[in-house]
């Protein structure tokens, strides 16, 4: 017989009815009070099935695919269903697959699904509200967690830093990030679902900036560089400058193109190339040369062995080209492990001040190094910095303390003021000596000789607010001194100097102000005005010398201007501190100093 059940069969004959009839007829029964409590109690439940048959027979699920950030689905997470008050009222294991399934859920109620699994931070999706007979999808993405882990400081970081537009971020199968570390250190995590989008938008940006600048950065420059995500997960970047072509000297305007890659390598690691060409006309050298260009080639690369070690290697490799051709390689090695919770102790080795670790390739926009014909040949700085450190994670804060060594083969001195071609001719004389000066800004750079220091560093850091950072840094060690009561000259300043022991102290404002998005970092370091090279020069905010400050401000005046409008200022030893006096070959003033003060300002347009 087809139809319904109910209809069909005589009320008489119903479920209902028939227990009904029987608890009244046990009433008359002997004994039946040992057993009537109980029998009332089916009774009631099957009124309440009645009552609510769409409650008993459509019950909800949740189901999905749980994977690591390389889009690689992971068996054997734990996945659990949270109600109110975070009661778990479901579980199950992925299975081969990554698949997962928890079903007999009751509908109408708010959910929160989570993943887990060792050495994964959880990944979560709340606010999931189910309806009768509903089988959602909710797919998850873990990030591994010594990926989640980052103490500020980074070291070295430049002025310019890429805003959080772009990052060299952990990317789902879906091509999204799932994982950003802003400026200020704030972690954010975001779980993947079906409903979320299956491609990252690809950004550009372009920019103008002017002013005195610094060693190769004065004039006008246009930027323009854009960001693209690949369908495997990595990111790619590519950017230009053109200068404006100003002074006498200037056959063609400077110019540098970059572009940067980074890929997944394994379970936990990452690796990132930056290839970069620059070409500065406006640039003279020892013996009347002009020109000088650059070919860099930087790589690193970051892993994690378990839980207990993470390790970061890597290096740049540049040809220099003016008077002559030179060659250099430049590795660094670090080394961090985690001991107990919440401490730290590393080792680190670094040749290069511009790039000592992974984080140091987060822009493409690589330092400018500089190369000098001295005694016949061309010749960069160089140098051997090992360092120990131990640290402390103290709440949100850090405190670490360091013992380092360093071997200055040779150092390169920043000065400035009007070079004369007398002092580029006498220069190439000199033994030791080389120079090469930027017409542009004035300023130049000449080789020095070398000299052994060690010394104790202690930096802490704590947050202010939730978006701004302050450190401390404390160091000790030696650098270059100048002496006050004998005049130097152009040709023999490099034999002049002397080492000198010394301190240096720093205290430093990093982050983004939260209500108005403005990105700042400020500092001011001090050591004594006589030295003209910094002390421990590998220290994070050695190139930071005395007053300096950068900030990027969004610019938005309602519907008047586009949004993604942003204005920027960058400023370098605002006070002109450190400056030391030396003599050029026709009795003109020139100065050393520790950094050269540096103006610029600009507009940029993302897009």
Known sequence: ?????????????????????YLWSSRRRPGANTVQRSQLKIAIVVLLMAAAPGWASNPAAVTGVVR??????????????????????????????????????????RYEVRASAALFVPATRGNLQLRPGARAVVNLTMNAIFDAASWLPAERRKADEPSDDWKWTLRSSANRPILRVFEDGEMV?????????????????????????????GGVHNVFQTDRSLPDGSDMRL???????????????????SAGYQRRLGFAGAGRTVVS?????????????????????????????GDMVDMELGGTVYVVHGPGYAMASRPFLKITAHPKTNWNAGYRMATSRDLQSFEGLDSVELELPTGVLAQGRMQTERGLHQEFSLGRKAGKGLVQASFYKDNIGSAMLAGGGPLAAADLAAAQGQVGVGLIADTTTGTFRMLSEGYKAQGFNILMTEPITPGLWVAVEYSTGAALAADADQPMHVETVAQQLKQRSSQ????????????????????????????????????????????????????????LLPAGLEATIDVTNLLEQGYRPILSKDGKTLFLAQTPRMVQAGLAFNF
């Open 189 to 217: 995590m975001v779980s993947s679902s079906a409903t979320e989008r299956k491609t990252a938008p690809d950004r550009a940006r372009a920019s103008v900036n002017s002013g005195d600048g610094g060693f190769g950065t």
């Open 68 to 109: 690591d950030a390389q889009g690689v689905a992971q068996m054997g997470a734990l996945v659990q269903v949270l109600g109110a008050d975070s009661v778990m009222v479901g579980t199950a294991l992925t299975d081969l697959h990554g698949r997962y399934l928890i079903a007999n859920l009751l509908p109408g109620k």
């Open 1 to 21: 017989m087809s139809g319904n059940w109910s209809q069909a069969r005589p009320l008489n004959a119903s479920p209902f009815f028939l227990w009904t009839r």
């Open 504 to 559: 240096a102290a720093t205290i430093a404002v990093k982050g983004r102000v939260i209500h108005s998005a403005t990105q700042v970092r400020a500092s001011y370091r001090w050591q004594p005005e006589a030295l003209v090279t910094p002390v421990n020069p590998f220290a994070a905010f050695s190139d930071q010398a005395y007053l300096s400050f950068f900030i990027r401000q969004p610019i938005r005046v309602g519907s």
């Open 277 to 305: 060409y620059q070409s500065h006309p406006e640039m003279t050298s020892t013996g009347g040369t002009q020109g000088f260009d650059v070919v860099q080639f930087a790589s690193a690369q970051k892993t994690s062995l």
């Open 239 to 257: 950017r230009a400058d053109v200068g404006a072509m100003t002074g006498p000297y200037l056959r063609a305007p400077s110019m540098s193109m």
